[in-house]
């Protein structure tokens, strides 16, 4: 038995190891490896796609003008940092108090998570134009209701002040439910026990939350941040949509800037090397988080 | 036998539902189609329209030539923005199916020249007589043509013109504004926010916003570029005119300005939101059409009224057909295109409310038919003037109209105007010295 | 809001109020607390259908309706817009486009996805996990414009294989991510056992491995199936005028002719719709697989 199962893992290993996963491999490398190190490759360049002109070779100029030399990429940076710090943190409040809410039976469970997975599947494309029409300014439904209410109407979208902040409510509309539903499952797998014996102790129900449901659902507090947070960094859809980075550049996010020096002005080289620094800031995020879990997230 | 039958039979349907018997027959003498020849029947070919008055208007017209041609015309439709990244996208990859787009010659043109992407029609132009390409104003084909090489047939002409609101005016007692100052006291007096109603609407969007907004900086003396190709927005010149654009519409346009082009703007004044609009003239015909338009009847059209420095109003060659250099149609392509704008079918065109780039169909009673009375006189006038480019004239426009379209938002949403305009100086005269 | 629901959430899930017989006052308190509770519930699915209930209702006004927001619910609805939709803009093109492009990017994504999944779970290749989990942070922006680039050198910018190739890049990756720990939980021994009874690896996947993991690529399809259907970065650049999927469609319907907001919201029901049905009835894989990977050590 012994024999046939070590056999069956070593010298077969090697040949269906690979007959398993080539496939993948094959569209790994040609979609994923390979675009990563074009895109390399072309930071160091400056190329606008013409078929006449070949890339330039200019060293890491464009780093050092995209670091040194480009408001609109700092700006950029900046900006995308308070959208995802904001939406995230208030995902995260939202969402854990929706989560202790639906927490445990109640009548229409099914229903209620139906309707609360509805934001996060619908094409953002769409409910992106549903907001916008809500926030338009003069016909929309928020300045109809702040209106009825004597309340003076507002911009929204319209306004430099007031766009970032319509965006955080749309992505916080959008992706609380994600927030909630994982910190549901969360909530579901942790032990009984602990709750029992504190219980037996004479704890009531906010320090049973404070003490043993928080520190217990943290490693899937920081899962669920992380996952937000990377998508909540590349955020494209919705911005793309309502504002396009604007009014002015004062919603135009890393994506959005990236997406315009790409596809807009053609600047691909400097367009690569903008990505490049994206892609490395998304990286050291997500492994930070890994760290923080790591070292905080186990009990 | 029971096969003929049945075939007669579609034959008949196919002829009812056509309209008549008579009209199929009558297509010979159709003067629209006249010279148009059948040759490339069967032949597909794949247009890119931008969402415009003319798109539109020739749509009424394919069908006539796709019976007289036998050609069969697959058209896509796309808002100008994301047409031209379309175009780019197509182009650059040499992957775009498209065999003749309408393209911005003051916004792709340079571009796609000098890139290699459209096809040089000077060939195509020179050998027509009956077409005629003489019969397109010079300025139109200046604007479609670098060193000889001719990118594109003109097919819009646009200047800047004032839109107003006639029964609102008369109620008031007042005239059309002559000067940019009266525009700025009637925009105040009728501007009634309270009740929804607005002194102005023009687009405040950053780049959209960049061509209506030149006409305003020639009024006021001021210019994009220098002679020698260096930014030109550190005159005060310029920064009155930023200064002008931006207080004008913080304080009497609508809520929500820095967000609007054509589109939207359009949309407040068909609503009967506004007093005055400011845009293009080729739009009279949504604002007339009472399908779309409340004030369909009461608008009331003006010339752009005069800065410090005369009224100086863009007059421009807006669009143009274009071919792909890669097509594999090319002359079923240009079939069309010659159709397109030869002089029936520009008359046409003008009728149905699009002004052409043709002097002899401005020079025809039939060219100015179609357009209301007051509405020609300020075109013609309009038309004789003016300035030939509504933005910078580079390569990457795109750019350059996000650069200097910056301090417009500033000036509408009331910051610091000349900051901004320094600011905007600065990365223009960076951005020139890159495009090239 | 936590500190109201949290002690409460505790309390009515506890088994001392469930099960044991309490106090009048207890229970009075208790019922007033579950009737707060359910008021509270409606009020977040309140908000979180409103935006799309709002989509729907507007999708049947017409633009007068719209613009004058005197009347915000009533009105006389009318199915125009739907009928504008499809008669102007060619929607059953782009539907197909959009079913098209999902399915079959979908299915590649299965059958490269899962084999690796597998491979990855029993036999620890696990640098390709890695990467494909890599693919879901770097930025879709990043690979645009090589790709950009490789499908025009190809001539196959436009067309459908570079969208189903390029949504596979948002399917492989999921499925990966669902099915790896999925494979990882099953146990071993029954297909040891099938590989004793003479199958080869491959036959114990297929046979063995597969059955058993059903609810688990139900839920990587299902939501890959979702997201490729969602997707509009890649299908902006590389969707041509006929493979065009729905969100690039409505996209470009929204500056079409002035801005026509009925028009624009049916087109955006006719999007969201097919997402929402497969929603209704799949609600549960939905969940498991947003949550996929999150609650695990």
């Given at each position: 038995?012994?024999?046939?199962?070590?056999?069956?893992?070593?010298?077969?290993?090697?040949?269906?190891?690979?007959?398993?996963?080539?496939?993948?491999?094959?569209?790994?490398?040609?979609?994923?490896?390979?675009?990563?190190?074009?895109?390399?490759?072309?930071?160091?360049?400056?190329?606008?796609?013409?078929?006449?002109?070949?890339?330039?070779?200019?060293?890491?100029?464009?780093?050092?003008?995209?670091?040194?030399?480009?408001?609109?990429?700092?700006?950029?940076?900046?900006?995308?940092?308070?959208?995802?710090?904001?939406?995230?943190?208030?995902?995260?409040?939202?969402?854990?108090?929706?989560?202790?809410?639906?927490?445990?039976?109640?009548?229409?469970?099914?229903?209620?998570?139906?309707?609360?997975?509805?934001?996060?599947?619908?094409?953002?494309?769409a409910i992106a134009m549903a907001w916008l029409l809500m926030f338009e300014p003069t016909i929309g439904l928020f300045?109809?209701?702040?209106?009825?209410?004597?309340?003076?109407?507002?911009?929204?979208?319209?306004?430099?002040?007031?766009?970032?902040?319509?965006?955080?409510?749309?992505?916080?509309?959008?992706?609380?439910?994600?927030?909630?539903?994982?910190?549901?499952?969360?909530?579901?797998?942790?032990?009984?026990?602990?709750?029992?014996?504190?219980?037996?102790?004479?704890?009531?129900?906010?320090?049973?939350?404070?003490?043993?449901?928080?520190?217990?659902?943290?490693?899937?507090?920081?899962?669920?941040?992380?996952?937000?947070?990377?998508?909540?960094?590349?955020?494209?859809?919705?911005?793309?949509?309502?504002?396009?980075?604007?009014?002015?550049?004062?919603?135009?996010?890393?994506?959005?800037?990236?997406?315009?020096?790409?596809?807009?002005?053609?600047?691909?080289?400097?367009?690569?090397?903008?990505?490049?620094?994206?892609?490395?800031?998304?990286?050291?995020?997500?492994?930070?988080?890994?760290?923080?879990?790591?070292?905080?997230?186990?009990? | 036998?029971?096969?003929?039958?049945?075939?007669?039979?579609?034959?008949?349907?196919v002829f009812c539902m056509s309209g008549s018997f008579a009209l199929i027959q009558a297509q010979d003498d159709n003067?629209?189609?006249?010279?148009?020849?059948?040759?490339?029947?069967?032949?597909?070919?794949?247009?890119?329209?931008?969402?415009?008055?003319?798109?539109?208007?020739?749509?009424?017209?394919?069908?006539?030539?796709?019976?007289?041609?036998?050609?069969?015309?697959?058209?896509?439709?796309?808002?100008?923005?994301?047409?031209?990244?379309?175009?780019?996208?197509?182009?650059?990859?040499?992957?775009?199916?498209?065999?003749?787009?309408?393209?911005?010659?003051?916004?792709?043109?340079?571009?796609?020249?000098?890139?290699?992407?459209?096809?040089?029609?000077?060939?195509?132009?020179?050998?027509?007589?009956?077409?005629?390409?003489?019969?397109?104003?010079?300025?139109?084909?200046?604007?479609?043509?670098?060193?000889?090489?001719?990118?594109?047939?003109?097919?819009?002409?646009?200047?800047?013109?004032?839109?107003?609101?006639?029964?609102?005016?008369?109620?008031?007692?007042?005239?059309?504004?002559?000067?940019?100052?009266?525009?700025?006291?009637?925009?105040?007096?009728?501007?009634?926010?309270?009740?929804?109603?607005?002194?102005?609407?023009?687009?405040?969007?950053?780049?959209?916003?960049?061509?209506?907004?030149?006409?305003?900086?020639?009024?006021?003396?001021?210019?994009?570029?220098?002679?020698?190709?260096?930014?030109?927005?550190?005159?005060?010149?310029?920064?009155?005119?930023?200064?002008?654009?931006?207080?004008?519409?913080?304080?009497?346009?609508?809520?929500?300005?820095?967000?609007?082009?054509?589109?939207?703007?359009?949309?407040?004044?068909?609503?009967?939101?506004?007093?005055?609009?400011?845009?293009?003239?080729?739009?009279?015909?949504?604002?007339i059409d009472s399908t779309q338009s409340v004030v369909a009847d009461t608008v009331g059209f003006a010339p752009f009224?005069?800065?410090?420095?005369?009224?100086?109003?863009?007059?421009?060659?807006?669009?143009?057909?274009?071919?792909?250099?890669?097509?594999?149609?090319?002359?079923?392509?240009?079939?069309?295109?010659?159709?397109?704008?030869?002089?029936?079918?520009?008359?046409?065109?003008?009728?149905?409310?699009?002004?052409?780039?043709?002097?002899?169909?401005?020079?025809?009673?039939?060219?100015?038919?179609?357009?209301?009375?007051?509405?020609?006189?300020?075109?013609?006038?309009?038309?004789?003037?003016?300035?030939?480019?509504?933005?910078?004239?580079?390569?990457?426009?795109?750019?350059?109209?996000?650069?200097?379209?910056?301090?417009?938002?500033?000036?509408?949403?009331?910051?610091?105007?000349?900051?901004?305009?320094?600011?905007?100086?600065?990365?223009?005269?960076?951005?020139?010295?890159?495009?090239? | 809001?936590?500190?109201?629901?949290?002690?409460?959430?505790?309390?009515?899930?506890?088994?001392?109020?469930?099960?044991?017989?309490?106090?009048?006052?207890?229970?009075?308190?208790?019922?007033?607390?579950?009737?707060?509770?359910?008021?509270?519930?409606?009020?977040?699915?309140?908000?979180?259908?409103?935006?799309?209930?709002?989509?729907?209702?507007?999708?049947?006004?017409?633009?007068?309706?719209?613009?004058?927001?005197?009347?915000?619910?009533?009105?006389?609805?009318?199915?125009?817009?739907?009928?504008?939709?499809?008669?102007?803009?060619?929607?059953?093109?782009?539907?197909?486009?959009?079913?098209?492009?999902?399915?079959?990017?979908?299915?590649?994504?299965?059958?490269?996805?899962?084999?690796?999944?597998?491979?990855?779970?029993?036999?620890?290749?696990?640098?390709?996990?890695?990467?494909?989990?890599?693919?879901?942070?770097?930025?879709?922006?990043?690979?645009?414009?090589?790709?950009?680039?490789?499908?025009?050198?190809?001539?196959?910018?436009?067309?459908?294989?570079?969208?189903?190739?390029?949504?596979?890049?948002?399917?492989?990756?999921?499925?990966?991510?669902?099915?790896?720990?999925?494979?990882?939980?099953?146990?071993?021994?029954?297909?040891?056992?099938?590989?004793?009874?003479?199958?080869?690896?491959?036959?114990?996947?297929?046979?063995?491995?597969?059955?058993?993991?059903?609810?688990?690529?139900?839920?990587?399809?299902?939501?890959?199936?979702?997201?490729?259907?969602?997707?509009?970065?890649?299908?902006?650049?590389?969707?041509?005028?006929?493979?065009?999927?729905?969100?690039?469609?409505?996209?470009?319907?929204?500056?079409?002719?002035?801005?026509?907001?009925?028009?624009?919201?049916?087109?955006?029901?006719?999007?969201?719709?097919?997402?929402?049905?497969?929603?209704?009835?799949?609600?549960?894989?939905?969940?498991?697989?947003?949550?996929?990977?999150?609650?695990?050590?």
């Amino acid at each position: 038995m012994a024999v046939v199962k070590s056999s069956s893992s070593t010298s077969a290993g090697l040949y269906t190891r690979w007959f398993f996963v080539l496939p993948a491999v094959i569209f790994v490398l040609i979609m994923i490896v390979f675009p990563v190190l074009y895109t390399l490759y072309l930071s160091l360049h400056t190329w606008s796609g013409s078929a006449i002109r070949p890339p330039d070779f200019i060293g890491l100029g464009n780093y050092q003008t995209l670091l040194t030399n480009d408001p609109r990429f700092g700006d950029a940076l900046i900006r995308t940092l308070q959208f995802t710090l904001a939406a995230v943190i208030v995902e995260l409040l939202l969402g854990l108090a929706i989560a202790l809410l639906i927490h445990g039976p109640f009548l229409g469970r099914g229903f209620v998570r139906t309707m609360i997975l509805l934001p996060m599947v619908a094409t953002p494309v769409a409910i992106a134009m549903a907001w916008l029409l809500m926030f338009e300014p003069t016909i929309g439904l928020f300045n109809g209701i702040l209106r009825s209410l004597n309340l003076p109407p507002q911009l929204w979208l319209g306004s430099r002040d007031q766009a970032m902040g319509s965006l955080i409510l749309v992505d916080v509309w959008q992706w609380t439910p994600m927030m909630a539903l994982i910190l549901l499952a969360g909530l579901t797998s942790l032990p009984e026990e602990p709750f029992e014996a504190a219980r037996v102790d004479g704890a009531n129900g906010w320090q049973r939350f404070l003490y043993l449901t928080l520190p217990l659902l943290l490693p899937t507090m920081i899962t669920a941040v992380l996952l937000r947070s990377i998508d909540a960094l590349k955020t494209f859809d919705i911005i793309y949509t309502m504002t396009r980075g604007g009014p002015g550049f004062s919603t135009e996010t890393i994506n959005i800037y990236g997406y315009v020096q790409s596809f807009e002005y053609f600047r691909l080289g400097s367009a690569s090397s903008l990505l490049v620094v994206f892609f490395a800031i998304v990286l050291g995020i997500s492994l930070l988080f890994v760290q923080i879990r790591k070292r905080w997230g186990t009990i | 036998m029971r096969k003929l039958r049945i075939f007669t039979l579609a034959v008949v349907l196919v002829f009812c539902m056509s309209g008549s018997f008579a009209l199929i027959q009558a297509q010979d003498d159709n003067p629209l189609v006249a010279g148009v020849s059948d040759e490339f029947a069967g032949t597909e070919v794949r247009l890119i329209f931008a969402n415009h008055p003319w798109n539109n208007a020739i749509q009424r017209l394919l069908p006539q030539f796709e019976e007289a041609s036998g050609i069969i015309l697959r058209v896509e439709s796309y808002f100008e923005d994301q047409l031209s990244q379309r175009l780019q996208i197509g182009l650059t990859s040499g992957a775009s199916q498209a065999d003749a787009f309408m393209f911005r010659p003051l916004q792709e043109g340079k571009l796609f020249a000098s890139n290699g992407w459209v096809m040089d029609l000077n060939g195509f132009v020179g050998g027509e007589e009956e077409w005629n390409w003489e019969d397109f104003q010079q300025a139109a084909r200046d604007t479609v043509t670098a060193e000889d090489f001719v990118y594109g047939v003109p097919v819009v002409t646009e200047r800047e013109m004032l839109y107003y609101r006639s029964d609102i005016f008369e109620e008031n007692g007042i005239e059309p504004p002559e000067t940019l100052e009266e525009l700025e006291q009637i925009a105040a007096q009728l501007n009634n926010p309270d009740e929804e109603f607005y002194g102005v609407v023009i687009r405040g969007r950053r780049s959209p916003a960049v061509t209506q907004f030149s006409s305003f900086l020639y009024s006021f003396g001021g210019t994009w570029l220098t002679d020698d190709g260096q930014s030109a927005l550190d005159t005060p010149e310029a920064l009155a005119a930023y200064d002008y654009y931006g207080n004008l519409l913080r304080n009497y346009a609508p809520p929500g300005t820095v967000n609007m082009s054509w589109p939207e703007a359009l949309a407040i004044f068909q609503q009967g939101q506004a007093a005055m609009w400011i845009d293009a003239d080729v739009f009279y015909a949504n604002v007339i059409d009472s399908t779309q338009s409340v004030v369909a009847d009461t608008v009331g059209f003006a010339p752009f009224p005069a800065g410090p420095a005369g009224a100086n109003q863009y007059n421009i060659t807006s669009w143009a057909l274009g071919m792909n250099a890669g097509s594999q149609n090319q002359d079923a392509a240009w079939e069309f295109i010659k159709w397109a704008t030869s002089q029936p079918v520009v008359t046409e065109l003008q009728t149905l409310g699009t002004p052409g780039a043709r002097q002899s169909v401005w020079d025809s009673p039939e060219g100015l038919s179609g357009f209301p009375a007051d509405y020609a006189e300020v075109v013609q006038i309009q038309s004789a003037r003016g300035v030939g480019y509504d933005r910078p004239l580079v390569i990457r426009v795109g750019e350059a109209r996000d650069i200097v379209g910056a301090p417009i938002v500033t000036g509408i949403e009331g910051g610091d105007v000349a900051a901004a305009l320094a600011e905007a100086h600065s990365a223009f005269n960076a951005f020139l010295e890159s495009d090239g | 809001m936590t500190d109201i629901t949290g002690p409460d959430r505790v309390e009515t899930s506890s088994p001392t109020l469930r099960t044991g017989t309490t106090p009048h006052s207890r229970s009075l308190r208790a019922t007033s607390l579950r009737v707060l509770r359910y008021i509270i519930i409606a009020l977040v699915v309140i908000i979180f259908a409103f935006p799309i209930a709002w989509m729907l209702l507007s999708s049947f006004k017409t633009q007068i309706d719209i613009t004058t927001n005197d009347n915000l619910f009533v009105f006389t609805p009318t199915l125009q817009n739907y009928q504008n939709v499809f008669q102007q803009q060619n929607y059953l093109q782009y539907l197909f486009n959009s079913f098209l492009v999902a399915a079959v990017s979908t299915l590649f994504s299965l059958i490269l996805g899962l084999p690796a999944a597998y491979g990855i779970a029993r036999f620890r290749a696990h640098w390709l996990g890695l990467v494909l989990l890599t693919a879901r942070i770097i930025p879709g922006i990043t690979f645009l414009v090589p790709w950009y680039i490789i499908f025009g050198q190809l001539r196959l910018l436009g067309s459908y294989w570079a969208l189903i190739l390029s949504h596979m890049l948002v399917g492989l990756p999921f499925i990966a991510w669902v099915m790896i720990p999925f494979f990882e939980s099953l146990p071993q021994e029954l297909e040891e056992s099938a590989r004793i009874d003479g199958a080869s690896t491959f036959g114990a996947f297929i046979r063995i491995a597969l059955p058993l993991a059903v609810p688990g690529i139900a839920t990587a399809s299902i939501m890959s199936f979702i997201f490729s259907w969602n997707n509009f970065m890649f299908s902006l650049v590389l969707a041509g005028d006929d493979t065009r999927t729905l969100p690039i469609a409505i996209f470009n319907f929204l500056s079409y002719s002035s801005v026509d907001w009925g028009g624009l919201m049916a087109a955006a029901v006719v999007i969201t719709l097919p997402v929402l049905i497969i929603t209704l009835f799949v609600q549960r894989y939905i969940v498991a697989g947003l949550t996929a990977g999150a609650t695990k050590g």
